[in-house]
Every structure is written in structure tokens, then in C-alpha cells.
């Protein structure tokens, strides 16, 4: 089987394992921000087939999400689709490079650096609208809750990732969806 058809079955795959996580795995942190595991899932598939299939999946489960468990509807799709995009695409880049535990780490970590620098931005313009907060008062929230809060999910999900790539490489690998490396 030829490479772009692995990656496209392990894309459906990681899809369904990353809505899993976000749909079953939602733990409130701080106020009304809660923490799902689906990062960890888009991250991993980032790493395995590259930055294009990160977005895809990270597009296609924040709109699945949306559809079913979201509460924050279009707004917060967007800001999911950007959270994880900025996580998972950048470690992808990164890991690309240097296709080594090191180069994961730097990844992941590069990764954590980038969606908590994206992410206060556009908490600040995004949050007020589908919160009903005067941008004043989110703007209050953005060192005390938002950036802790982003901070914690992007370690969880970059020591995640790092935990479990390699069990799930190996279960692609049995499948017959990635190949042995040379």
C-alpha cells in the first residue's frame, strides 16, 4: 500500500481516537476552561505523517466536536481548530527535521511555546464574544487563568504525546499503516 493511502487510514483512525478523547476525556482546570486529551492524539499523528495530516485531523474533530459536544459552537471551533494546529503542526515541523527522540522533544516542546503565545491573542479577541464578557474583564483573566490554564494543557498534552508515540507507533506498525523505519 502505498504511502498517502496509510497516512489517509491513519488520519481516519487518529480522527476517531482524538474525538474519543475530546468528547470522553473533558476535565475542568480553571473557571469554565476545561482540558481534553485530543491534542495528544493530533500531535502523535503530526508526528507520524507530517504537519498536513496534524491539521486535518485537528479540523476535521473540532468539527465534529462542534456538531456534538461543544458548547461554544462556531467560536469555539475556531479556537480549537487553532489551538491544536499551533500545537500539533508546529511540533510536526519541528520533529521533521530531526526524526530523533531529541528532535520530538524539541517538537513538542516548540510546539507548548507556540500555542500559549497564539493562544492569549486570541483568548483576548475571541473570548469576549461567545463568553458575553466585556473584553475589559478577559482582558484581567489573561495572566491569571488563561495563561496558566494554556500552559498546563499544552504540558499535558507534550508529555502525553512523548508517552504514548511509541505505543502507537508500534500498534501502526503491526497494522501495516506506517512503516518500519530504515
Known amino acids: 500500500m502505498n504511502r498517502k493511502i496509510k497516512c489517509l487510514a491513519s488520519a481516519g483512525m487518529l480522527c476517531a481516537l482524538a474525538y474519543g478523547a475530546a468528547a ?34 485537528a479540523l476535521a474533530v473540532s468539527l465534529a466536536e462542534m456538531c456534538t459536544v461543544s458548547e461554544t459552537g462556531v467560536l469555539g471551533c475556531l479556537m480549537n481548530v487553532v489551538s491544536s494546529c499551533s500545537f500539533a503542526c508546529t511540533a510536526a515541523l519541528v520533529y521533521r527535521r530531526k526524526r530523533t527522540l531529541s528532535g520530538a522533544v524539541r517538537g513538542l516542546l516548540c510546539g507548548w ?34 495563561l496558566p490554564f494554556n500552559l498546563i494543557k499544552g504540558g499535558l498534552n507534550a508529555a502525553m504525546t512523548l508517552l504514548l508515540y511509541r505505543p502507537l507507533m508500534t500498534a501502526l506498525r503491526r497494522g501495516g499503516l506506517v512503516e518500519e523505519p530504515e
Open 24 to 57: 470522553a476525556g473533558r476535565i475542568p482546570l480553571v473557571l469554565f476552561l476545561k482540558y481534553d486529551p485530543k491534542d495528544v492524539v493530533i500531535a502523535a499523528g503530526g508526528l507520524i505523517c507530517g504537519p498536513v495530516t496534524a491539521c486535518s485531523v
Open 113 to 146: 511555546l507556540c500555542m500559549v503565545s497564539v493562544m492569549l491573542p486570541w483568548n483576548y479577541l475571541i473570548t469576549p464574544i461567545y463568553m458575553g464578557y466585556p473584553r475589559e474583564a478577559v482582558a484581567e483573566l489573561l495572566i491569571p487563568v488563561f
